[in-house]
């Protein structure tokens, strides 16, 4: 068989079993309503634009004037070629932002958790891992075991009982770092990292804390400065990962953050760093708008979790079983990934786009429909969209 006819007949195996993922064109910008290829109009149920900031006009302004006094482009990496102003403005801003002395900005997340862990680790060193982490993180640790040969141990999901069992392990072995790393809001369950408890474990254990906060910057505390904030912990953290591809205007980039020292550690050390571009000035500058957005507009985080209250109650009230939470990540569990991929289409019918997840995102017999709220969705948006929930979950015998 070809190669060609290999792929060809492993995307028919998906289609078969109800898993292949149609890609959806939209015409318009992402916001609460926008427009779809063949579709006209739909209120968006499954983005990360949680605050609205993706079109706010400011932060599509200046991003425009980035591209103006800065080009298109960067050139090469940051060391070799030099490093746009608007990168150390960026980075500082994020730095107080999250609560840190340093950041340093990557392509994304998904390149900071890369650039972070077999940067940090050694032979002699560990990391441990809540079993539900981000697929980021999970990479990010195979990278680093594979380049550094460090260890590595996984604790069940916010079992602290199982973490602190990991850490007499790793004190056992004399292990030298212990790096605990969990998201700060985990992206499938919505639920929140216990982090009281994990930092009370490291301060116990000698260990240092990452936490990936990338559904929780621009989120979680009462000025949406992440898990930390919170739980009133600003600064207590280790290190911070996160994405600027959600709550902060959707453009791409992620970042590390932590001591002093860590940025400038990791821009010598970090592969990312040395063998990568930087990000574009243009998505720099939208995103340093974005952070001020969201400083001076703390009620756009009040508003995210009055939409998100609203939303997770009602959907009770018509009888659905949505997770319990208090993050505007709003999982409804279905079971199979078919029924989960029905009900995404069947909504999408009746012009509401809100995402199916199945295996393999979560594990076999977890399918669900992950809503997340924006603060961008008016009260007319929400009812339109519970008016469908209702209408499909009828058609499917779910209420
Ligand atoms: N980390 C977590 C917890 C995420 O949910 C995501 C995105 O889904 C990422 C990292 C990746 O972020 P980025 O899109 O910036 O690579």
Not at 98 to 105: D, F, I, K, N, Q
Not at 120 to 147: C, F, M, P, W, Y
Not at 359 to 375: D, F, K, M, N
């Amino acid at each position: 068989m070809s190669f060609a006819a290999r792929l060809e007949a492993e995307l028919e195996q998906f289609k078969q079993q109800g898993v292949y993922k149609r890609l959806n064109h939209l015409e318009g910008p992402q916001a609460a309503r926008t427009k779809m290829e063949g579709r006209g109009e739909v209120v968006i149920l499954s983005s990360n634009n949680y605050l609205g900031l993706c079109n706010a006009p400011d932060v599509v302004a200046a991003g425009q004037r980035a591209l103006d006094q800065f080009g298109a482009g960067t050139g090469s990496v940051r060391f070799i070629c030099g490093t746009f102003t608007v990168h150390r403005e960026l980075e500082q801003a994020l730095a107080r932002f999250v609560g840190c002395e340093s950041s340093l900005t990557y392509v994304s997340c998904w390149n900071a958790n890369e650039g972070l862990v077999p940067t940090l680790l050694g032979e002699q060193d560990i990391v441990i891992s809540d079993q539900l982490n981000h697929a980021s993180i999970i990479d990010a640790i195979r990278l680093a075991k594979t380049i550094t040969k460090c260890q590595t141990a996984v604790y069940r999901h916010s079992d602290m009982a199982d973490l602190e069992e990991q850490l007499r392990g790793a004190q056992a072995k004399n292990s030298r770092l212990k790096l605990i790393f969990t998201d700060g809001v985990f992206s499938m369950e919505g639920d929140i990292a216990k982090l009281p408890d994990i930092v009370a474990l490291a301060r116990r254990y000698d260990a240092v804390v990452a936490v990936d906060d990338s559904h929780a910057t621009g989120v979680l505390g009462r000025s949406g400065r992440g898990t930390a904030e919170h739980y009133g912990m600003l600064g207590q953290v280790d290190i911070i990962t996160s994405t600027l591809g959600k709550a902060l205007g959707g453009a791409a980039g992620g970042f590390t953050a932590g001591p002093g020292s860590l940025a400038d550690y990791l821009t010598q050390r970090s592969r990312p760093q040395l063998f990568s571009n930087a990000l574009p000035p243009t998505v720099a500058g939208s995103a340093l708008a974005a952070v001020r957005h969201v400083e001076r507009h703390p009620e756009l985080v009040t508003r995210l979790h009055e939409n998100a209250r609203y939303f997770r109650e009602q959907l009770r009230a018509l009888g659905f079983k949505p997770l319990a939470g208090e993050t505007p990540i709003v999982p409804v569990m279905l079971g199979e990934t078919a029924k989960a991929i029905q009900m995404s289409e069947l909504l999408l019918a009746e012009g509401v786009f809100v995402t199916g997840f199945g295996y393999p995102v979560v594990p076999q017999g977890h399918a669900r429909i992950r809503c997340q709220l924006s603060a961008a969705h008016t009260r007319d948006d929400l009812d339109f969209s519970l008016a469908a929930f209702k209408d499909v979950g009828r058609k499917l015998g779910l209420i």
